[in-house]
């Protein structure tokens, strides 16, 4: 079962700030996030493991619920890099360690 | 230098015809997988393998054989290609499965069914 994201795209000016949610019906054990550009690969940003945890990565920041089994994505002061498509991926079951279900994406354009 | 190397980069061909996408990793890691991403951007997880043993095969048509020599490498063959065979195809890895590990992705392989 894939992961819901929210929303489905973004457009910002740089330097706004932006919130990307991942849910999911099932108990999440980790939640991934990757960023891909335009033609080329995605790229891992972050992994979160622990219910309440919150990376932070340069200016993108994320955070974990486990009870309400969501995680969200923050992208503070926009720069024009930010631009791309973001995935959120969960393990398929909480005992699978070799598969990542995806999101459908966020589409974030970030514009001048 | 390249952490995860697949080959072609793009692979044009026409509907019946049987194609090879290879993967190479160098990072030293454990689980590499395919994964397709269609043209309204979804990635789907299509097979995982563990130091060489297949894990996980998802619905996915018996058309497509994933084949591991060693854990560095999993090429994808494809046998009768359809025009829903179309789509970019990743290969990736991760040290040991990917609850605490990331995926690392190759560049991708545009397949193209005319």
């Known amino acids: 079962q894939q992961p819901v994201q929210s929303p489905q795209a973004v457009i910002l000016r740089e330097g706004e700030d932006a919130v990307i949610n991942c849910s999911s019906s099932k108990a999440l054990y980790s939640v991934h996030w990757y960023r891909q550009k335009h033609g080329e690969a995605p790229v891992f940003l972050m992994i979160?493991?622990?219910?309440?945890e919150q990376k932070g990565h340069d200016k993108i920041s994320a955070s974990f619920n486990e009870k309400k089994q969501q995680s969200s994505l923050y992208l503070t002061a926009s720069q024009l890099s930010y631009s791309g498509t973001y995935f959120c991926?969960?393990?398929?079951?909480?005992?699978?360690?070799?598969?990542?279900?995806f999101g459908k994406g966020t589409s974030l354009l970030v514009t001048p | 230098d390249t952490a995860v190397s697949q080959t072609p980069k793009y692979l044009v061909t026409q509907m019946g015809n049987d194609k090879s996408i290879k993967c190479e990793q160098n990072?030293?890691?454990?689980?590499m997988y395919w994964y397709k991403q269609d043209s309204k951007k979804f990635l789907k997880i299509m097979f995982s393998y563990n130091n060489k043993e297949l894990i996980i095969n998802e619905t996915v048509p018996n058309r497509f054989s994933p084949k591991s020599p060693d854990k560095a490498h999993l090429n994808l063959h494809i046998n009768s290609l359809e025009l829903g065979d179309s789509a970019v195809y990743f290969c990736?890895?991760?040290?040991?499965?990917?609850?605490?590990?990331?995926?690392?992705f190759g560049n991708g392989t545009r397949l193209t069914v005319t």
């Open positions: 991926g969960t393990p398929s079951n909480s005992n699978s360690g070799y598969a990542l279900n």
């Open positions: 979160l493991l622990k219910g309440g």
């Open positions: 990736a890895s991760s040290l040991q499965g990917i609850h605490n590990s990331p995926l690392h």
């Open positions: 990072l030293g890691h454990d689980t």
